[in-house]
C-alpha cells in the first residue's frame, strides 16, 4: 500500500528534484540554484564549527564542495579566440572557483569560519557579475 504511495502524482509533485528536471530552466537559473544551495551549506558549515558539529560540518562542506567542482567541471576547456592580454570568462571563472574550493578545504581543514566567510564573500560577487545590468 505504501509503494503506491510513493508513485502517485502527489509524492512525485512533492519531489523537488522532479520539479526541477520537468521545467525548462537557462543555466543562469541553474547556477542560480546551485548557489543559494552552497550559501546555504557554508553558513550552516558555520554553525557546525560554531556548535563543534564536526560531521554536520563536514557533511556540508562536501556538498558545498561539490557543487563548486561541478560549476568548475562544466567550464569548457579552452575558450574562443580572445584577446590574449584579457582572459576570457571561462579562465577567470576557473580562477574563482579555484578561490572558493581552496577556501572551503582550508576551513574545513582547520575550522575557520573566516575561510567559509571569504567563500560565501566571492560568490555573493560572482552572483552580483552574473546579474548586473548591461
Not at 520539479?19 to 537557462?26: C, P, W
Not at 543555466?27 to 557546525?48: E, F, N, Q, T
Not at 567541471?73 to 574550493?101: K, N, V
Amino acid at each position: 500500500m505504501q509503494s503506491s504511495a510513493i508513485y502517485s502524482g502527489a509524492a512525485v509533485a512533492a519531489n523537488p528534484y522532479q520539479a526541477v528536471r520537468n521545467e525548462t530552466a537557462t543555466p543562469i537559473d541553474l547556477w542560480d540554484r546551485g548557489y543559494k544551495r552552497c550559501v546555504a551549506l557554508l553558513s550552516g558549515a558555520k554553525r557546525a564549527i560554531e556548535q563543534r558539529e564536526p560531521a554536520q560540518q563536514g557533511q556540508m562542506l562536501f556538498d558545498a564542495f561539490a557543487i563548486v567542482e561541478f560549476w568548475t567541471a562544466a567550464l569548457p576547456i579552452q575558450e574562443g579566440a580572445h584577446d590574449a592580454s584579457t582572459p576570457g570568462l571561462a579562465p577567470r571563472l576557473r580562477i574563482a572557483y579555484e578561490f572558493i574550493l581552496n577556501k572551503i578545504a582550508h576551513g574545513n581543514a582547520f575550522g575557520k569560519t573566516e575561510d567559509l566567510d571569504e567563500a560565501i564573500h566571492m560568490l555573493a560577487h560572482l552572483h552580483s557579475i552574473f546579474h548586473a545590468k548591461p
